[in-house]
């Protein structure tokens, strides 16, 4: 029986870990939090800081283990891609899955291989950072380099709040660096969504329509849906120019996320490339729609095994995932959830418990839960999810 190490054990892990069981293998879980609810799932648990890449390639080493997976998780793909280069275990180059994962390194890459990337720059200093925002023009974009779930971003009309918002994206920055870049007004929807590489070659490409609740913050996903309405030829462009980037970084096998919007001027503005399956249930949405099961073939992936029939499409459906996110701060009271999307929810998980405090939604910490839907139109399923809170509503009490 083959061993694989998952790094992390939350919700969104839980179903690699759940799912990694159920195919046969050996099953080891690592971070720093024992009551993460994936953990009761694995065959043992370690509580080793998925960051520490020295500390986890001693555990991998120790336990033998013949894969190692970072699921759904950015901050965790570096160390599994380190350790498994130091085993000599499936994986691709550990320098170029830093890169993606960091903001900062990605734009140097993009400038020095004369690819298209938003105009900003990196900065540590606020002072630096508040010099050039002026210099350059409002509005602007600041992001922390290394983070996830919009969490940390703020756009700016003016220079107003630009220490807070400086501050902000710090704080969610485990390098303390923030990016301040050019505002782009997009055409549509941003597009999220999950691929696959196999053999260097990008196989799947699965593009979905990002949802947000503007009034809570138009910059944060509250859901994606399958299959996009974004024209064929803006996606195959999308395509092409992640292909290229795979292409110079030797990118070999394995899923990755993607996030890019179209400008008024009609170019690919690429947000991001994380090198690892999505979160908020994106694989599990794409399996629902399409069939293809991109968790088993990254499992199977990491430790070798063969995995090219799991990317085969078998339905061509509609689906969403939905993150369950409160309008209001408070101690959690309940879930409602309407008769008109009730029949829709395929799987659902509640991260909170009744009497929990919960804050209004700001990004992607603020997630109170996620679930998968299903619809038989891709224009009723567009007009609910622009306002799903109205009918998943989250009741508190202060």
């Not at 998952?6 to 046969?24: D, H, P, S, V, Y």
């Not at 920055?173 to 929807?189: D, H, P, R, T």
């Not at 990002?210 to 509250?222: G, K, M, T, Y």
């Not at 070999?252 to 994380?274: K, P, Q, S, V």
Request: proline fraction near 4%; charge should be negative.
């Amino acid at each position: 029986m083959k061993r694989i190490l998952i790094l992390g054990g939350n919700f969104f892990q839980k179903t690699a870990i759940i799912r990694a069981k159920e195919l046969g293998y050996y099953v080891i879980t690592a971070d720093y939090l024992p009551n993460n609810p994936g953990h009761k799932y694995a065959d043992e648990y370690h509580n080793v800081s998925t960051t520490d890449k020295e500390a986890i390639l001693e555990l991998a080493q120790n336990l033998m283990v013949d894969g190692i997976l970072s699921y759904a998780s950015d901050v965790s793909a570096p160390t599994a891609a380190y350790v498994s280069e130091k085993m000599g275990l499936p994986t691709n180059p550990y320098y170029s899955v830093e890169t993606l994962v960091n903001k900062g390194q990605f734009r140097e890459f993009m400038k020095k291989n004369g690819l298209d990337m938003i105009s900003g720059e990196v900065f540590s200093d606020i002072n630096d950072a508040k010099k050039y925002a002026h210099e350059y023009g409002y509005p602007i974009m600041v992001k922390p380099v290394d983070s996830s779930g919009s969490k940390g971003v703020t756009k700016l009309e003016d220079e107003r709040d630009f220490e807070e918002a400086f501050n902000y994206a710090k704080s969610y920055s485990l390098s303390e660096q923030v990016i301040v870049e050019k505002f782009i007004q997009k055409k549509g929807y941003q597009i999220d969504g999950d691929g696959f590489i196999s053999g260097g070659v990008i196989t799947n490409f699965n593009v979905m329509d990002q949802h947000n609740n503007v009034e809570r913050n138009p910059h944060a996903p509250i859901g994606l849906s399958y299959p996009s309405i974004q024209p064929m030829q803006y996606q195959h462009k999308a395509y092409q120019l992640i292909q290229e980037i795979f292409n110079r970084l030797d990118m070999r096998f394995g899923a990755f996320n993607f996030e890019y919007i179209i400008g008024m001027d009609d170019n690919i503005y690429l947000l991001e490339i994380g090198p690892r399956n999505g979160g908020n249930f994106i694989p599990d949405t794409i399996k629902w729609a399409t069939g293809v099961d991109m968790i088993s073939a990254s499992i199977k992936a990491c430790v070798g095994d063969t995995y090219t029939d799991d990317l085969v499409p078998k339905k061509s459906g509609v689906a969403t995932s939905y993150v369950i996110h409160s309008l209001s701060d408070g101690k959690f009271e309940k879930m409602e959830v309407d008769e008109v999307v009730l029949d829709r929810i395929k799987k659902q998980e509640l991260f909170v418990k009744e009497g929990e405090h919960i804050r209004a939604f700001r990004n992607g910490g603020d997630s109170l839960g996620c679930m998968v839907l299903e619809y038989d139109s891709i224009k009723k399923m567009n007009s609910e999810m622009d306002e799903m809170w109205n009918h998943v509503f989250i009741k508190t009490i202060k």
